[in-house]
């Protein structure tokens, strides 16, 4: 199992060289320098040439590179271009907003999710698995910008309840994190509820209500124990859309997060700081995986055998 | 009993016996009784019919500038609305922020999504479908290649990897052909064609072991042969609902990038343009995006229920 474990922790760093490879060639094929002449920001030509000099945008592309991953090892993703802060200051900073934004819509999703799920395959066919289905089908359905919009003009408009943006207290927060906790919320209902549905059927469970065990013992027991292993790989996809959706509604809600500040760098052309964000995106989403891996590891001994 | 009666009999059988059904017409019978699918495919037909005949149905130019820099209310005897004093009879759902008519920017943006939900699926489908199939039959150095490139694109969401290529090209000469969408279809299709040959590869792993391809394979059918008449058409099932799902996935793909506003670029009308452009009025006027989300809703869900109703109805096990 440790070796297992440490394989997939160095397997870690061809996939972030990729990335990078990647996300640099793509950063570099837009056209033009980023501190070419611009009509409504003049800048004279020594300036331009210094500035280039600079950041290095003047060296051949594969220098660059070697640059630029030279500080990557050394944890220097370079300055934005645009704000007077390197770029990992401004992750330092606005990063812990959205991992807060993040982890309140992750808990919000499992504490809704997985009774709902539970209960749904318990009860088939009973007006709780109807309400479940058809909150897994909205939510994965229905893009969450648009339940935002819809949320913010009902609450924030028309009722008055919550502020339409900004953050800081728990009234911001609501609105937020309950958005963002409606796609996670219904994948897990949906793979709760089939895995369920699977983990009832087995011959395990015949078995164990013909010996005439107690129907909460089987369920705890044998049904439970067994159906939360699908729903233990969920959260690897789960943190993927927790990083995607959050910087949709951090735009969406002016949130003072990095997901925010990711939208905010595309617009702006902030090369450094696209790169910088999305690496730290890719980072977030491959650990998810690894993590996923080794408790898929951990809980199902059918897999490390096979490993 | 004699052999004329047992024929008489047998005659008489075949007739009773239930009309022989292929598995196709099944899976046809069984999407049409299905409401919630056969509703979603009224919806799409008429955003199609939007789409085709947009410059007849739309009343006005959908870029040009009516009400000069005031915006106006929907005429619609609306609660939500009412105590507006702007009200303008000629303009059925009012204009928007800088005095376009909304009515008609929804019709025209019903043309992008339609074309971008179609275009890059079927390119999708034509790259995925054919290298899926030669890495499944043929293996070897194709499908070393198709591996590896899906261990790279599957290390992301295919929203981040959207957003870096517009990020980036948008700018670039190719980026600016037809205002974005040519970048639109090229990099759905980028992100996407992956998925499909790996859902292909897979079918045909399993098909190629079949009896009846050893059996083609066994009097001399040549591989494009094979493929063609025995792998495709039983790969196909799969196949047709990865399509069914792709193409409102494409369409939200389009709909998220304009709205954080690197999609299509204005003043080319799209639903998610109208949201980004109308976000900045929004708590004082919030018309000019309620009405773009709503259409956005609707055709989603549309297209959910058709692509539920198609699983089910080809592979009734694969319901949840």
Known sequence: MLTYVVRRVLLLFPTLFVVAVIVFALAHAAPGSPFDPNPDRPLPPQTVERLNRYY???????????????????????????QDRTVAQIIGQQFPVSAQLGLQALFLALAIALPLGVISALRQNSAIDHGGILLATLGTTVPSFVVAIFAIYLFGLNLGLVPLVGWGTPKHMILPTAILALGATAFLTRITRASMLEAIRQDYVRTARSKGLSEQT?????VLRNAMIPVATIIGPATAALVTGSFI??????????????????????????????????????????????????????????? | ?????????????????????????????????????????????????????????????????????????????????????????????????????????????????MVVGFVPVAIVFLIGVSVGMLAGYHGGWIDQILMRITDVVYAFPDLLFLIIIFATLRTHPIGDLMGGLVLMFAGIAIV???GMARLVRGQVLSLKEKEYVEAARAIGAPATRIMSRHLLPNALGPVVVAVAFGIPSAMLAEGTL????????????????????????????PWPVLMPAACIAMVMLAFTFVGDGIRDAIDPRMKI
């Open chain 2, 258 to 285: 304009s709205f954080i506003g690197v999609g299509i670029r204005p003043p080319t009308a799209t639903w998610g343009v109208m949201i980004n452009e109308g976000y900045q009025v929004f708590s004082t006027s």
């Open chain 1, 56 to 82: 290095g945008v003047d060296r051949p592309l594969y220098e660059q590179f070697a640059m630029y991953m030279g500080n990557l090892v050394r944890l220097d993703l370079g300055r934005s271009l645009v």
């Open chain 2, 1 to 113: 009993m004699s052999l004329a009666a047992a024929q008489e009999r047998a005659a008489e059988l075949n007739v009773i016996s239930r009309k022989q059904r292929s598995l196709w017409q099944d899976a046809r019978y069984r999407f049409v009784r299905n409401r919630a699918a056969m509703f979603g495919l009224v919806v799409i037909a008429l955003a199609g019919l939007l789409a085709i005949f947009a410059p007849v149905i739309a009343p006005y130019d959908p870029t040009a500038t009516f009400t000069a820099g005031g915006r106006q209310a929907p005429t619609l005897a609306d609660p939500f609305w009412a105590g507006t004093k702007y009200v303008d009879p000629r303009y059925a759902l009012g204009t928007d922020q800088i005095g376009r008519d909304i009515l008609s920017r929804l019709i025209w943006s019903s043309r992008v999504s």
């Open chain 1, 218 to 222: 089987i369920v705890v027991w044998h």
């Open chain 1, 249 to 307: 509604i951090e735009w969406f809600f002016a949130i003072p997060g990095i997901g925010r500040e990711f939208v905010l760098s595309i617009n702006r052309r902030d090369y450094p700081l696209i790169m910088g964000v999305y690496l730290l995106y890719a980072l977030i989403i491959a650990v998810a995986n690894l993590v996923v891996d080794i408790v898929y590891g951990l809980i199902d001994p059918r897999i490390r055998v096979s490993k």
């Open chain 2, 192 to 194: 996407n064609w992956v």
